[in-house]
């Protein structure tokens, strides 16, 4: 009897945090190159049940529970959103772009809603430098007029005297598996022993995306996807609820019983 509250409880605890993932992921539908996340679930241990009386030699396993074993990244495209600014880059198919933490270590993201700051470096919402196919920060002269991006990721800046000047070219990397990678927050993701080391590379080549200047990537939040798990994480949170309060009404029971 015991073991049906533990058992309970446990779903109880793991839909509640269904529901906060994918509460996350609706607020976060408008959010420019955000990655839905997705719950893994996993059995806790089985206990076999021999009963002598009855031919079943190999027993019954009676389940304890459940547990959230991870939540994983979905790492699908999302829909290109055209915005006209020079410095707005989406990758259309697989990478991510590179940026420099304030700590020295490399981040990646989808998001390419970048802009210069006052020193000409390209850097994304955050002020993260955005780091070229070398490792280092892309910078632009302050006398350019236009910025132009091709689908390779090379940057030109058009100056004032109509000279056409290479500054860099945006670098990509990919993972052999992005689901693994630790998010560190606005759009921002770290390798992990799971994701790999991050793999090189230029845009257009191997396999690699290739860059759409003057737009975005939107986030690939579905929200009538997200409305259907809800409803779902809902009534198997109040199934685990009604299973907590019958055990109790039979334990009531039970107790009465005695006396």
Do not use: C, H, W
Request: proline share 3%.
């Amino acid at each position: 009897m015991i073991r049906s509250l533990y058992s309970a409880s446990s779903g109880m605890k793991a839909q509640q945090f269904q529901l906060d993932t994918i509460a996350n992921n609706l607020a976060n539908v408008n959010t420019t190159g955000f990655k839905k996340n997705r719950v893994d679930f996993q059995d806790l241990l089985y206990q076999q049940l021999r009963v002598p009386t009855e031919q079943k030699p190999t027993g019954m396993d009676v389940g304890t529970g459940v547990r959230v074993s991870a939540t994983l990244g979905d790492f699908q495209q999302g829909i290109l959103q055209e915005t006209g600014n020079d410095l707005d880059v989406a990758i259309e198919g697989r990478g991510f772009f590179q940026v420099e933490l304030p700590n020295g270590n490399t981040g990646y993201t989808r998001n390419g809603a970048f802009r210069q700051d006052q020193e000409g470096y390209i850097v994304n919402s955050d002020g993260y430098r955005v780091l070229d196919d070398g490792g280092s920060p892309i910078q632009i002269s302050p006398e350019a007029r236009e910025i132009q991006i091709d689908e390779m990721g090379e940057v030109f800046a058009l100056l004032e005297d109509g000279n056409l000047e290479g500054v860099g070219t945006i670098g990509l990397v990919s993972f052999v598996n992005p689901a693994g990678l630790e998010k560190l927050g606005g759009s921002i993701y770290l390798p992990t022993t799971a994701s790999g080391d991050p793999q090189e590379g230029t845009a257009g080549t191997d396999g690699f995306g290739l860059i759409r200047q003057r737009f975005v990537e939107g986030s690939n939040v579905q929200i009538v996807e997200e409305m259907v798990k809800m409803i779902t994480a809902q009534r198997a949170y109040e199934i685990n609820s009604k299973m907590i309060q019958t055990t109790d009404e039979i334990m009531g029971l039970t107790n009465n019983l005695k006396r």
